[in-house]
């Protein structure tokens, strides 16, 4: 079946880096791209970064970008987020999403389960 299975979170300092990573399987992970959301409590899903399936395009939040840097290793099924000069506001569920659609996601998009990243001193 269809996984999605991220990893890497953790509480960190601020001003710290994590990287973020994303195991697929039971799916065609190449032909997918795919996108790193997160929740804080309390606020909206934001939608942080994004790759083409190809691995060339990519797209991010005003809120990270030139601090966050989606790749993928589509040999290896795997996504990832690598986040540096972390602020307490990046604290947050990052959640993995694979869908066919660059710029937006339906209701076929796949989902994991989420993995906490904690900023704080």
């Known amino acids: 079946q269809v996984q999605l299975v991220e990893s890497g979170g953790a509480l960190v300092q601020p001003g710290g880096s994590l990287t973020l990573s994303c195991a697929a399987s039971g799916f065609a992970f190449k032909e997918y791209h795919m996108k790193w959301y997160r929740r804080a409590p309390g606020k909206e899903r934001e939608l942080v970064a994004r790759?083409?399936?190809?691995?060339?395009?990519?797209k991010y939040a005003d809120s990270v970008k030139g601090r966050f840097t989606i790749t993928r290793q589509n040999v290896k099924n795997t996504v990832y987020l690598q986040m540096k000069e972390l602020k307490p506001e990046d604290t947050a569920m990052y959640y993995c999403?694979?869908?066919?659609?660059?710029?937006?996601?339906?209701?076929?998009?796949?989902w994991g389960q989420g993995t906490q990243v904690t900023v704080s001193s």
């Open positions: 999403s694979a869908g066919s659609k660059f710029f937006e996601s339906d209701e076929n998009d796949y």
């Open positions: 790759i083409g399936n190809f691995g060339v395009a990519t």
